[in-house]
T-cell receptor, first 113, second 110 residues
Framework: GESVGLHLPTLSVQEGDNSIINCAYS??????FIWYKQESGKGPQFIID?????DKRQGQRVTVLLNKTVKHLSLQIAATQPGDSAVYFC????????????FGKGTRLSVIA | DAGITQSPRYKITETGRQVTLMCHQT?????MFWYRQDLGHGLRLIYY???????DKGEVPDGYVVSRSKTENFPLTLESATRSQTSVYFC?????????FGPGTRLTVT
């Protein structure tokens, strides 16, 4: 069936380095994608989203890249800080307009001081 | 304060008891959702609602009941709790695409 997955379940980076978290999606009809950050004991927090008519979107220290050709989504975090340590989820909407998001299982990012 | 809140934050109950988890949002978002989060499964959708009095099943609805008589509230009821329903439950609301999550309720069924 359709699914949202992640290439790497865990990622460790040095403080100050850039982080890249990857996500593969299988529903080619999806037209909306979103990244969430979840810190221990808290609910998922919206980071950034992107629609399928774009291939790049930037926020504060974060950039989301969308490659529709290979159905790949990535989250780039610049100058990674200890506070970035968390689990990151990607999600897609399945292109049915207001369809509940389909979430991947998450990647844990650990920042090494 | 504006936002989305859940209560209780922690709950321990016994097998067979009825439990209701509350969710309240102040944004007047049309959509509301209930998820459970378990190790190895990520977020799984239980029920969602597109508007007051409109609800739909998600991926794992069995053993749960929802209602939405008011836009701002979306309670989740476990009619007869089972140990397999031990989990962390998240409520979310959405104006269109992006969802905003509450802080979660950690439920333990003994």
């Amino acid at each position: 069936g359709e699914s949202v997955g992640l290439h790497l379940p865990t990622l460790s980076v040095q403080e100050g380095d850039n982080s890249i978290i990857n996500c593969a999606y299988s529903n080619s009809a999806s037209d909306y994608f979103i990244w969430y950050k979840q810190e221990s004991g808290k609910g998922p927090q919206f980071i950034i989203d992107i629609r399928s008519n774009m291939d790049k979107r930037q926020g504060q220290r974060v950039t989301v890249l969308l490659n529709k050709t290979v159905k790949h989504l990535s989250l780039q975090i610049a100058a990674t800080q200890p506070g970035d340590s968390a689990v990151y989820f990607c999600a897609e909407n399945g292109a049915r307009g207001n369809t509940p998001l389909v979430f991947g299982k998450g990647t844990r990012l650990s920042v090494i001081a | 304060d504006a936002g989305i809140t859940q209560s209780p934050r922690y709950k321990i109950t016994e097998t067979g008891r009825q439990v209701t988890l509350m969710c309240h949002q102040t944004w007047s978002h049309s959509y509301m959702f209930w998820y459970r989060q378990d190790l190895g499964h990520g977020l799984r959708l239980i029920y969602y609602s597109a508007a007051a009095d409109i609800t739909d099943k998600g991926e794992v609805p069995d053993g749960y009941v929802v209602s939405r008589s008011k836009t701002e509230n979306f309670p989740l009821t476990l009619e007869s709790a089972t140990r397999s329903q031990t989990s962390v439950y998240f409520c979310a609301s959405s104006p269109m695409d992006e969802q905003y999550f509450g802080p979660g309720t950690r439920l333990t069924v003994t």
